[in-house]
């Protein structure tokens, strides 16, 4: 089973079921931190199949949505067609015409590769930004997931899914999901505490102007939640 290879089971189970209010409610917050006319520009890196880039497209924003999975990327094309997308992995970023006056990576879509590697990925985005450009980063709380490895059972739609997390002293999350006794997904992230990831992203020219959790910029990062928001700004 390869990791991070995102299943149709997982599609189907997790990402389909997603309500629309929630995704209004993040995309608000995104409004908030990309304000338009000056933020229209946008990369939606690692976008699936189109749920945030279809939000965005209709609020007025021009979207260019990255992602490596084909069958996410058709998908995507068909929920926001007016959204241009492109096949491709993350750190390819390279291969684009800079500048974009925002970027996004939603859902814990960052941290699939080693420190360096990150690390890299953070640069290659900066480099994509113009000066006072934002990245928002939506992403695990390694604290949140320290205290909660371990197995766990619950149902979705009638199917019964078990979890089985670990994650190691370096900060390595290891995720597998197995549906109804068949292995469904593995997933492997390097979590970062929010000020072990806005030191990354000072180092590669992004200063951290605003952290939180459940886009609500009245909530702390905290690790009683499981994720945390950095908005982060390119310097120059």
Known sequence: MRANAYSPTWFELF????????????SDFLARHLPLPAFRNLLDICCGEGRHAAEMSSRGYAVTGVDRDEPAIARARVNAPAARFVITDMRELAMFAAPF???????QSFGYFDSDTNAAIVRDIASLLRPSGRLVLDVYHRAYFESRAGTRTFQINGQEIEECRTISAAGGLKVELLADNAKADLFQWQVYLPEELAAVAERAGLSCVRSCSGFDETKPASDQASRY???????G
């Open 101 to 107: 006056d925002a970027a996004v990576c939603l859902w």
């Open 229 to 235: 928001q950095l908005v982060l700004e390119r310097r």
């Open 15 to 26: 990402l389909r079921r997603i309500p629309p209010e929630q995704t209004r409610h993040e």
